[in-house]
């Protein structure tokens, strides 16, 4: 089924591309490119797959794409906002190499999984056999929320494209990325970039176009305050598909979109920062609600399910799990910062009668029996 899926999408776009240069008979030569590309923050974001396959998402999104010539106000000076990528492709090269960020990846390596189904989509439409030798290398942390697979893909699609002389338009381009990961399908264009969902279930209509151009409202800027390096826990891609699994707000989500977007083009047109900075939290607060509405993988390093949380309006969390678990609980518990006490506590009786010998009064005296117990109960 999934490789029927992508065979009809090659073909797809073999034909749409075929019809721009023309790939029969061509002997390539040896070929290398260097391009880079920026990731981009969405500002109503993509979150929910239609098809995993094609990664078509259940909504449009808008992102900007971000300004790799970007200043670093305070703070690590090396970080700069693009993947660059090289490719050559040469009979020289006995087998295929890929390299980021100076680690040679394999393609049993899960995260690299889309670069190697974009990597093989081109080749397919080139009709190459041709080895690569692929280096990517981030100037920012990747996988740390700021869409290093955004900028990775692209600039990977865009690079590949390029040294096997494809001449391929933006939304193949974008459809291409998509297939390598749906963020991407917007860093293969500038701008003010919205990413249609499309509605046919071959995905030829799901792609992202350019809807303000960089220099449309020059002014707008996005200060990104960076407060933990570490790599997500959860990848976007389990999340998203937790989420539409379990969240019954994620229907409300879906819904209420539409709006969104257009609500956003509008304040973009109107380069109202008012009306933009009200609908990106709007935004931001509804996905990270469907998200904490997210009930699927939290117990995902155990295998089955050992616990479960409940808070109530204060800051405290209760667990609930059995008494067999009590001790692999208490472990990690014990590595989180912050956790001053762990309490355990099984379901108690009622109210019941106790003994005098428990009483609080000393009745010979009419006065409390030992005042300094009351502020005992309270040392933790
Ligand atoms: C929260 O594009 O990384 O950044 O398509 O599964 O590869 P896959 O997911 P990915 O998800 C990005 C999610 C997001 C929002 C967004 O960029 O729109």
Known sequence: MATKKLTTLCS??????????GFENEIYHESMVTVRASPNIALIKYWGKRDQILMLPHHSSISITLDGDNEVLYGDKNIKLFTTTSVL???RLTHDELYINEELITSDDQSAHGLFRAIKILRDIADSREKMLIVSENLFPTAAGLASSASGIAALVFAVSMALKLDLSSRQLSIIARMGSGSASRSVIGG???WNSGLRDDGSDSFAQQIYSPNYWPEI???IAIVS???KKTSSRDGMAATVKSSGLYKERVRGVDERLQDLENAFREQNLAKLAKIVMIESNNMHATMLDTIEDLNRDTGSVIAGYTFDAGPNAHIITVKKYVGIITDR???IEGIKTLIMAGVGEGPRL?????SLINREVLKPRDP????ALYTL
């Open 12 to 21: 797809f776009l073999a034909t749409v591309s075929a019809g721009v240069v």
């Open 89 to 91: 492709i040469s009979n």
């Open 192 to 194: 003010v970039v919205r």
């Open 221 to 223: 800027v996005d200060l």
């Open 229 to 231: 390096l570490e790599e």
């Open 333 to 335: 518990l014990s590595k």
């Open 354 to 358: 106790l003994d005098s010998s428990d």
């Open 372 to 375: 300094s117990r009351a502020g």
